[in-house]
């Protein structure tokens, strides 16, 4: 006869209480427990201790009540005053919810895990507090583009592109303590310019497609990113993209989506990206999670160059260039596939920020 599983404490008991009757030895008990019940046997110091108490003249099978045991933790007021703790505190930590409730960590544990039937679980670090009408136009844009893309020709997927602006480190950051040198007694410490780390990161205009990247454009120092030089100098780089890989068509019958910045929204940019035969994608306000450039490019990017030093700017935008370069072709088409998964997540958060990898 094979063991049998999930044989309880309170089984074993009973069958050492009827066999002690029958004058067993303990010996006997355990071994035929053992056969019974494999793993899951009682220990024979256990079994010992029954045999005894039951030669003694006990009757039940029970176990008596431990002294010392918190007998209150876990009655209804502990229990209601626990929930209500945590409501009103969902960042305290078992230790404060004991001390507060006046409990053991350990019955305070009990209470969270198995009577309420929590779990601490990492908050969702979102970019902004979202009002129900920027809700709705997350919502609302999400539709019109899954009902003019989802579904369609793949290849309308290609004419989409994207970009923004990022800020790239230039040099590391050098902090104060970093700056100490070893010099014998006397000698005099050198110099280091603070003007050389002022400045210590660069502005750039960085724009792709399905096929692969298309342009990146580091703004000049001193220079504030405005509408007109978005029309006059980040857009018209783009155009020559294009030419060159369109030479009949250029920009024209594709689609430019970016977010809604002040410099992307002026009039300047849209009477260029008209004359460029361009049409924009619509996106809302505090939308990174459904912009391809934030939600995967600028990362990629960044990981890639970040703690490095370069010479100059050139040094940087050349590094930046064969970054965006090596990256497979395959990675931008999938991005933009995925822009359209997050389209579909918006509309099942009802155009509330949803829990994306």
Same mark, same amino acid.
């Given at each position: 006869?094979?063991?049998?599983?999930?044989?309880?404490?309170?089984?074993?008991?009973?069958?050492?209480?009827?066999?002690?009757?029958?004058?067993?030895? =303990?010996? &006997?008990?355990?071994? +035929?427990? *053992?056969?019974?019940? $494999?793993?899951? %046997?009682? #220990?024979?110091?256990?079994?010992?201790?029954?045999?005894?108490?039951?030669?003694?003249?006990?009757?039940?099978?029970?176990?008596?009540?431990?002294?010392?045991?918190?007998?209150?933790?876990?009655?209804?007021?502990?229990?209601?005053?626990?929930?209500?703790?945590?409501?009103?505190? =969902?960042? &305290?930590?078992?230790? +404060?919810? *004991?001390?507060?409730? $006046?409990?053991? %960590?350990? #019955?305070?544990?009990?209470?969270?895990?198995?009577?309420?039937?929590?779990?601490?679980?990492?908050?969702?670090?979102?970019?902004?507090?979202?009002?129900?009408?920027?809700?709705?136009?997350?919502?609302?844009?999400?539709?019109?583009?899954?009902?003019?893309?989802?579904?369609?020709? =793949?290849?309308?997927?290609?004419?989409?592109?994207?970009?923004?602006?990022?800020?790239?480190?230039?040099?590391?950051?050098?902090?104060?303590?970093?700056?100490?040198?070893?010099?014998?007694?006397?000698?005099?410490?050198?110099?280091?310019?603070?003007?050389?780390?002022?400045?210590?990161?660069?502005?750039?205009?960085?724009?792709?497609?399905?096929?692969?990247?298309?342009?990146?454009? =580091?703004?000049?120092?001193?220079?504030?990113?405005?509408?007109?030089?978005?029309?006059?100098?980040?857009?018209?780089?783009?155009?020559?993209?294009?030419?060159?890989?369109?030479?009949?068509?250029?920009?024209?019958?594709?689609?430019?989506?970016?977010?809604?910045?002040?410099?992307?929204?002026?009039?300047?940019?849209?009477?260029?990206?008209?004359?460029?035969?361009?049409?924009?994608?619509?996106?809302?306000?505090?939308?990174?999670?459904?912009?391809?450039?934030?939600?995967?490019?600028?990362?990629?990017?960044?990981?890639?160059?970040?703690?490095?030093?370069?010479?100059?700017?050139?040094?940087?935008?050349?590094?930046?260039?064969?970054?965006?370069?090596?990256?497979?072709?395959?990675?931008?088409?999938?991005?933009?596939?995925?822009?359209?998964?997050?389209?579909?997540?918006?509309?099942?958060?009802?155009?509330?920020?949803?829990?994306?990898?």
């Amino acid at each position: 006869m094979g063991p049998c599983p999930n044989f309880s404490e309170l089984e074993q008991r009973t069958y050492i209480k009827f066999r002690t009757i029958l004058e067993i030895s =303990p010996k &006997s008990i355990h071994d +035929e427990l *053992a056969t019974i019940c $494999g793993e899951d %046997t009682l #220990s024979y110091s256990t079994v010992r201790r029954w045999v005894s108490q039951f030669r003694e003249g006990r009757t039940s099978v029970q176990d008596a009540p431990r002294p010392g045991a918190p007998k209150l933790a876990t009655n209804n007021d502990k229990l209601s005053e626990v929930k209500e703790y945590v409501a009103s505190f =969902p960042h &305290s930590s078992v230790e +404060e919810v *004991a001390n507060y409730v $006046g409990i053991s %960590t350990g #019955s305070a544990h009990i209470i969270l895990k198995a009577d309420l039937e929590l779990r601490k679980v990492q908050v969702r670090w979102v970019p902004h507090c979202l009002t129900f009408p920027q809700k709705a136009a997350r919502l609302q844009m999400a539709k019109e583009n899954l009902e003019i893309y989802e579904g369609s020709d =793949p290849r309308r997927l290609l004419e989409i592109v994207t970009g923004d602006e990022t800020w790239i480190q230039f040099k590391p950051l050098i902090r104060k303590q970093d700056g100490t040198v070893w010099l014998k007694k006397g000698e005099v410490p050198p110099a280091v310019c603070v003007s050389d780390f002022r400045d210590p990161k660069v502005l750039y205009c960085i724009f792709f497609d399905g096929p692969g990247p298309v342009a990146q454009i =580091p703004v000049p120092k001193g220079q504030t990113l405005t509408g007109q030089f978005y029309a006059d100098v980040v857009l018209p780089e783009v155009e020559k993209h294009y030419l060159k890989r369109r030479p009949k068509t250029g920009t024209r019958g594709l689609k430019i989506f970016h977010d809604d910045a002040k410099p992307h929204k002026s009039l300047a940019v849209r009477q260029k990206i008209k004359d460029m035969g361009m049409h924009e994608v619509p996106h809302p306000p505090y939308s990174p999670d459904i912009a391809p450039c934030d939600f995967w490019l600028f990362r990629k990017l960044k990981d890639n160059v970040s703690g490095c030093e370069f010479e100059d700017r050139l040094s940087l935008s050349r590094a930046i260039y064969r970054c965006l370069e090596v990256i497979p072709k395959d990675e931008y088409r999938k991005t933009v596939e995925n822009w359209i998964k997050r389209l579909n997540s918006v509309v099942a958060y009802k155009g509330d920020y949803f829990e994306h990898s």
